[in-house]
Structures are given as structure tokens and as C-alpha cells.
């Protein structure tokens, strides 16, 4: 189990640029999947990126593809989601999580940090 703690949230408007970031501890990072994903009041857990533990392999969903771009220093056992572009829609807790290579499902998850996209 990896221990996970976001930071860099806050409050920007639309249009701005923002760059969470997410440190780990406790585990092999460079065997570990990492994942952000964001939830918003009243609304489910979003999917927001995804990159393989080799670095090479990421994947976003439609609503971030083109804005969002997520990146990992093995080295310093971090990850980083840079959010360019960003709409008062994208405002939400966003949390980073990590899992096993290519396990189903992700074990291990931050406390999470708020972003706020005013309009």
C-alpha cells in the first residue's frame, strides 16, 4: 500500500492554469499505475487521467483530453497533473490513487485537494 498526498489546489478562474501534484511514500512508485480522478458536490467519482508505471502509456477522458496532461518523476515519487484551460465544470476534489502495474482496481488514494474554477 501506497501512502499518497495531493497538493496545489485552488481558486483561479476560467481560462486559468493550475498544476496539482501528488507525493508518495511507502511503496515501489516506479511498479505503481497512477491515476487522478475528481469528484464534484452531488456528483460520482470522475475519471480524470491515467499513467502506466513505465510512463509511457496515459489516458484521459473526453472531458480533460487536450487540457489536461498527467506526468510522474519516478525519481522524486510524484506525479503531476497539469490543468490547462480550466472551466468552472472542472471544479471538484480532485484525488490522486494508485494501483499495482495492471491491476483492476486502484488500492491506494489521497485525501484529496479542492480546485475551484470561478466564471
Known amino acids: 500500500q501506497v501512502h499518497l498526498v495531493e497538493s496545489g489546489g485552488g481558486l483561479v478562474q476560467a481560462g486559468d492554469s493550475l498544476t496539482l501534484s501528488c507525493a508518495a511514500s511507502?511503496?515501489?512508485?516506479?511498479?505503481?499505475?497512477m491515476g487522478w480522478f475528481r469528484q464534484a458536490p452531488g456528483k460520482e467519482r470522475e475519471f480524470v487521467a491515467r499513467?502506466?508505471?513505465?510512463?509511457?502509456?496515459?489516458v484521459y477522458p473526453d472531458s480533460v483530453k487536450g487540457r489536461f496532461t498527467v506526468s510522474r518523476d519516478n525519481a522524486k515519487n510524484a506525479i503531476y497533473l497539469q490543468m490547462n484551460s480550466l472551466k468552472p465544470d472542472d471544479t471538484a476534489v480532485y484525488y490522486c490513487?494508485?494501483?499495482?502495474?495492471?491491476?483492476?482496481?486502484?488500492?491506494?488514494w489521497g485525501q484529496g485537494t479542492q480546485v475551484t474554477v470561478s466564471s
Open positions: 511507502g511503496g515501489i512508485f516506479d511498479s505503481y499505475t
Open positions: 490513487a494508485a494501483k499495482y502495474r495492471i491491476s483492476p482496481d486502484f488500492t491506494s
Open positions: 499513467l502506466s508505471w513505465t510512463g509511457s502509456n496515459s
